[in-house]
């Protein structure tokens, strides 16, 4: 009688080397500087703040979180001359608010972050921005040297939810495989944006755009509370 063979183990997770973080929501307080800026663009538009029309252009923003910018503009106003026109009124009005002093920190990120690299790990921070945005937010809160790299759509070709910046991050920290990356951002675009990088961890978080339900329904590995429970979540994998 045969002795069935033992059945193999199977092959050991890598470990986690690269983690890509997102900014507003996630790294980031938002306090609803999106939306404020993005009311002063589309009034600079002609769309009257209080009209259906911007009701509506509301509505679209808040369920693009995440996503490139510049991409949102191009669905609502539909021409590129306009397109351009809103990102840049939008652009300027989010980093007039950010001067004002309208932006800090989620409380425990920073930590977060210099944990993650204590731990061996390389760090990225992404955004839906554009770069002189992305550089005005580093700078209000001192995180000029915080990670190990930055990352806007500009620098990828794409933003969220394409797999781009995952995939440059990849690259340019010389990461040896996608299932050695996580991901992690606050809302749906986040979620898809490393899943379609075929990142190992997917975490949603849920400071800012998106809850729980619409996270997991997306598609994340694991939901949490804040950035700050990254690291010790990555420590027990």
């Not at 999106?34 to 663009?41: I, T």
């Not at 400071?207 to 010790?232: I, N």
């Amino acid at each position: 009688m045969n002795t069935p063979a033992p059945a193999a183990s199977p092959a050991p997770r890598p470990p986690i080397r690269l983690v890509v973080l997102d900014m507003a929501g996630t790294t980031v307080a938002d306090g609803g500087l999106v939306e404020a800026a993005f009311s002063r663009a589309a009034g600079e538009l002609g769309v009257a703040p209080g009209s259906a029309e911007h009701a509506a252009h509301l509505d679209h923003v808040r369920a693009t979180m995440g996503e490139s910018k510049i991409t949102v503009f191009r669905t609502l106003f539909g021409d590129e001359e306009r397109a351009q026109q809103a990102n840049a009124a939008f652009e300027r009005a989010y980093a007039e608010l950010v001067d004002s002093g309208a932006c800090r920190p989620l409380p425990g990120a920073e930590d977060a972050v210099r944990a993650l690299r204590a731990q061996g790990r390389a760090v990225v921070l992404t955004t839906g921005f554009a770069r002189t945005t992305q550089d005005a937010i580093l700078a209000a809160l001192g995180w000029q040297d915080l990670a190990d790299l930055t990352l806007c759509p500009a620098d990828a070709g794409r933003g969220r939810p394409h797999p781009d910046m995952v995939l440059t991050a990849l690259l340019r920290t010389g990461t040896g495989s996608v299932q050695e990356v996580a991901v992690a951002g606050d809302t749906v675009s986040d979620v898809l944006s490393g899943l379609r990088a075929g990142a190992a961890v997917v975490a949603g978080v849920t400071t800012g755009a998106h809850g729980a339900p619409q996270l997991r329904a997306a598609g994340a590995t694991h939901v949490l509370a804040s950035v700050a429970e990254l690291p010790a979540l990555l420590g027990g994998l």
